[in-house]
């Protein structure tokens, strides 16, 4: 499957203040979203916690994520955002698109919105 970008802004919940906004990479292997720790800070998230995570390479690393609003193709909801290195391509994961109802499609290589949240 190819790549497939999405521009998103994070926000502090809540609040339609200027946000962080940039184009991520929607990676069907992350479960949380990850953006540039400097880019977050000056959106005025903050981090809440630390987890450890897996990376594509098999190494695991401890970062900090705050709790973010997420806006992209129309849609919001809210969660988890990594405060990744600088320099890092933000990633946009699974579990935004999932809570707006949207999936990959690996047939067509698009973004497919579902026409109800599944709640089963």
Known sequence: MGLMHVTVTLRVPGTRQRGFEGLFLVDSGAIDSMAPRSGLAAA????????????ADGSVHEYQYGLAQIEFMGELTAGRVIFGPEGIEPLLGVT??????????????TLKRLPAVPLK
């Open 44 to 55: 005025g998230i903050e981090p809440v916690g630390a987890s450890s995570y897996e990376l």
């Open 96 to 109: 935004a698109l999932e809570s707006v109802g949207i999936m990959l499609d690996p047939a067509t290589k």
